[in-house]
């Protein structure tokens, strides 16, 4: 499966982006999908993930209760909806995919990367 990024951009603190992966190949309903992002300097690190249906999602502690991903496997997209965010969210954040119908944090379990897609945090 190829996957496209996009939706990034500068918003200021405490605003609001909703990033976006489009698929092509497979059905996205056989994967798992994922968001990682790398911050400058840093190692990449887990996002978030849902599984293949939607009905489970599993979020890293720094971003929970302002980050929502969400799934439409009609069109094809997974979407990182992100809320209140901060300077330290500052990051190219990519999305993946896994062929596995759980959530998964485990980055070795993703088969397949998007490019990525550059969200600075900056007044």
């Known amino acids: 499966v190829q996957l496209q990024a996009s939706g990034g951009g500068l918003v200021q603190p405490g605003g609001s982006l909703r990033l976006s992966c489009a698929t092509s190949?497979?059905?996205?309903?056989?994967?798992?999908m994922g968001w990682f992002r790398r911050a400058p300097g840093k190692e990449r690190e887990f996002v978030a993930t849902?599984?293949?249906?939607?009905?489970?999602?599993v979020y890293a502690d720094s971003v929970k209760g302002r980050f929502t991903i969400s799934r439409d496997n009609a069109k094809n997209t997974v979407y990182l909806q992100m809320n209140d965010l901060k300077p330290e969210d500052t990051a190219v954040y990519y999305c993946?995919?896994?062929?596995?119908?759980?959530?998964?944090?485990?980055?070795?379990?993703?088969?397949?990367w998007g490019l990525g897609t550059l969200v600075t945090v900056s007044s």
């Open positions: 993946a995919a896994a062929y596995t119908a759980l959530a998964t944090i485990r980055e070795n379990e993703y088969d397949s």
């Open positions: 849902i599984s293949w249906g939607g009905g489970r999602t």
């Open positions: 190949g497979r059905t996205l309903s056989s994967y798992a």
